[in-house]
């Protein structure tokens, strides 16, 4: 069964760019959300039946990716995969607690990104 991932990206060409890499390789997304209240409606409406999370880390209407990927563990265990330019040393410390796959800088290269869920899902 193909990994089934929710994309957490503001920014929209970003998120379409992730989608197509991850359909091309295999994987299922399950949609896409821009803040975290969508991705709360998203994963509420998945009945938590989702795998990992690629979350930013500024995200729209001033929401936090980290705080988001927090809701998202907590609630239903969905980890999360950070891919964000904002990844300095004091989000990956606050983003520790949560368990995360990992952490892809960006501008980010496919093979990075599809390496860290694959590892996931081995």
């Known amino acids: ?27 299922m997304v399950v949609g896409q959300a821009t803040d975290m209240d ?33 809701a998202l563990r907590t609630r239903w265990n969905i980890p999360s995969l950070f891919v964000s330019g904002n990844l300095d040393e004091v989000a990956r410390a606050r983003a520790q607690q949560w368990n995360p796959v990992g952490f892809v800088g960006k501008p980010y290269s496919e093979r990075e990104v599809l390496s860290s869920l694959n590892a996931l899902a081995a």
């Open 1 to 27: 069964m193909p990994l089934r991932v929710m994309i957490v990206e503001d920014e929209m060409l970003l998120a379409l760019d992730l989608e197509d890499m991850l359909l091309d390789a295999g994987f």
């Open 38 to 70: 969508q991705a709360i409606a998203l994963a509420e409406k998945a009945g938590g039946q989702i795998d990992v999370a690629i979350m930013d880390v500024n995200l729209a209407r001033g929401s936090n990716g980290v705080e988001t990927a927090g």
